[in-house]
């Protein structure tokens, strides 16, 4: 099969054909192009959902479409494509580089937060993880929302058509490893199992029958039940990263109804009327860069957000869509108050323990041994094998407290049922250190604990108008007044410790390495946390769905159809609009929110009419001028430019 790369630049290289979208590299270069077209629908983020609806929608070909992205193409980019080198990507030139403020639940500690600026979003920088979350997930959105069709009986068509589910050759019993009918296969999005085993694999379902009572075996975590010690699967196929640029938007370049505008940033939506009293909201204004001129354009339908968890809400409340206090206090006119927007913000915390092992056949080889490095990588370059196709583990455990844990003697069950998981043990066969520092030599086997059900809800409001500075970000992670969470990430990191004590791990777990082996008692194990926790980066809710109508405060600020409250032609959809953010990885539950929010625009009836001001639909217009980790692998980048 063709690499990413070779299919993008056959792609590109064909774009001068009139049948073919056109792929726009600045809002001042393409004003020419976006001057004589009428979009029926502006999509704002080229992310997971972005790229999701901006292919299914152009399915219609009389449906017009431009997505708008801020960062770069992702095309021709290795450091993207291979999956080992996932971490390389963090920090890098396709991350948005957000930092949260200091966290009194983390010693007051500021945290980056990655979330991708490039084609594809953070499907091109994250660990392509790919879990579709648990039944009672899926349910509970369903509840919260009184709309059924979110499901996990409804919303399972969806899982199904996006995926392309591999059951590779390379994989070792690999039937026995997931369930082929609950998957599909000739969808967009490739994944699959990894394709290289490891010696701590077969250790590891040792000691899974060996704690059997504790560690139910879990043929397949999307099954809708994710308990127990199962394998993991990736958003990896023949051997490259599957992200939204290439398994839906690159395709989609294919159709004369889809334009994709790269390197601009929205800046706001646009009132364009009324109808009666309610606004319509149907227009976006966008810029190249800071000082550089503004553009506004309009849709004939709708804009669609789907800029990710921050920059959704950081647009809203730019607009004077959001709370009317907040709007007031910086001088920004208020069209519709909506107090949830950038409110009940969610994320998974995370821990990495270090164990040093006996064996010299682990992961580290990749960093620590360059002829061994330089073999797989040419396995990789020559024909998409080898090490370099893995993801950070092959195997792992999703794990809840007992139904008569003492917490829940003061604290409710924060989960959404028993099919869901209160926290995820990885087990990587190499050194992790994602906070950096030094890393030693030797042989590691890293324990992540991370919590999934955490019950702390932060904030995103805006640091200034200027839409180039970034908002004030404050998850408030493991700062629940009620002190779950910090239990809860106590009893994972023992339960990690408890697996990894197994007598099958005897002859090859030496000892705990570093800070947390002097780390015993709960107080000291509390304080490990606190001074080493980072996120998973999955953060979710700032925009949250809820029942129809009702827009006060604790409502949500989005219909169950992720239309906003309070006005006609402006949608969102991206990870903001979960009202609980999913125990799971959460790029896939956020394709298949897309999959079904595609299908419920294209039955909508609505269009964005009524009394309208400003430009006419499709109108664009130019505005005034806008005034003012795994370490060592990173010396891997040279060698794959």
Not at 289 to 313: D, H
Not at 451 to 457: E, Q, V
Not at 459 to 488: K, R, V
Request: glycine share 8%; aromatic share 8%; proline share 5%.
């Amino acid at each position: 099969m063709f690499s990413h790369s070779v299919r993008a630049a056959l792609l590109l290289s064909a774009l001068s054909s009139s049948s073919l979208g056109a792929l726009l590299q600045s809002a001042d270069d393409a004003a020419d192009q976006l001057t004589s077209t009428h979009y029926d629908y502006i999509i704002v983020g080229a992310g997971a959902a972005g790229g999701a609806l901006a292919n299914r929608l152009t399915e219609d070909g009389s449906t017009k479409v431009l997505l708008i992205e801020a960062g770069s193409s992702d095309y021709n980019n290795t450091n993207i494509e291979v999956p080992w080198l996932a971490p390389v990507l963090t920090h890098s030139q396709f991350d948005w580089n957000y930092t949260t403020t200091p966290q009194e639940g983390l010693d007051n500690r500021s945290i980056a937060y990655a979330r991708g600026k490039v084609l594809g979003g953070s499907t091109s920088i994250n660990y392509m993880i790919y879990t579709r979350a648990a039944q009672d997930d899926w349910n509970r959105f369903a509840s919260v929302t009184g709309d059924d069709g979110w499901n996990w009986s409804n919303i399972l068509s969806y899982a199904k058509k996006l995926e392309a589910f591999q059951n590779s050759p390379n994989v070792q019993n690999a039937t026995s490893k997931f369930v082929a009918n609950i998957h599909g296969t000739n969808g967009p999005v490739g994944a699959g199992l990894p394709q290289v085993s490891l010696p701590i694999d077969q250790i590891g379902l040792n000691a899974q029958q060996e704690l059997s009572s504790e560690f139910k075996y879990n043929q397949d975590v999307n099954s809708g039940n994710m308990i127990g010690f199962s394998w993991t699967p990736f958003a990896i196929q023949d051997g490259a990263r599957s992200n939204s640029a290439r398994d839906y938007i690159q395709p989609a370049l294919g159709r004369s109804n889809l334009d994709v505008l790269v390197n601009t940033q929205v800046t706001k939506v646009l009132q364009t009327g009324t109808d009666g009293n309610t606004p319509i909201v149907n227009a976006v204004q966008f810029t190249s860069g800071p000082n550089e001129k503004l553009y506004n354009l309009t849709a004939n339908k709708e804009v669609i957000l789907s800029a990710g968890s921050i920059g959704t809400p950081q647009i809203l409340l730019l607009s004077g869509i959001g709370p009317a206090d907040q709007a007031k206090s910086l001088g920004i006119q208020s069209i519709v108050d909506l107090p949830d927007v950038g409110q009940n913000m969610q994320d998974h915390p995370l821990l990495t323990t270090n164990f040093q092992v006996s064996s010299n056949d682990t992961l580290d080889n990749l960093s620590l041994n360059t002829t061994f490095q330089a073999e797989q990588l040419a396995l990789w370059t020559n024909n998409r094998t080898g090490d370099f196709t893995l993801g950070a583990c092959n195997q792992w455990a999703w794990q809840r407290l007992a139904d008569d844990d003492p917490i829940f003697k003061n604290v409710s069950d924060p989960s959404a049922g028993p099919t869901s998981p209160h926290f995820q043990l990885i087990f990587s066969d190499l050194f992790i250190a994602f906070s950096g520092g030094a890393f030693p030599s030797g042989h590691f086997l890293t324990l992540i604990s991370n919590l999934y059900t955490p019950t702390t809800r932060g904030s995103l409001t805006l640091n200034s108008t200027d839409p180039f500075t970034y908002p004030i970000i404050n998850p408030g992670l493991l700062n629940d007044e009620n002190g779950f969470d910090i239990y809860t990430m106590r009893q994972a990191l023992k339960a990690g410790r408890r697996f990894l004590a197994a007598n099958a791990w005897k002859d090859w777990i030496i000892s705990e390495f570093g800070e947390s082996a002097n780390a015993t008692s709960d107080a000291d194990i509390d304080a490990y946390i606190r001074k080493n926790a980072l996120v998973v980066n999955h953060v979710s809710g700032t925009v949250a769905m809820g029942k129809s109508g009702d827009s006060s405060k604790g409502a949500g600020a989005l219909n169950p159809d992720l239309s906003v409250k309070g006005v006609k032609g402006l949608r969102v959809v991206d990870a903001s609009a979960f009202p609980h953010i999913p125990a799971a990885h959460t790029m896939v539950p956020t394709y298949i929110l897309a999959e079904r929010a595609a299908d419920l625009i294209k039955n909508s009836t609505s269009t964005a009419s009524g009394s309208k001001s400003g430009s006419g639909n499709g109108a664009f217009t130019p505005s005034a001028t806008l005034v003012s980790v795994f370490a060592p692998l990173v010396a891997l980048v040279a060698l794959l430019l």
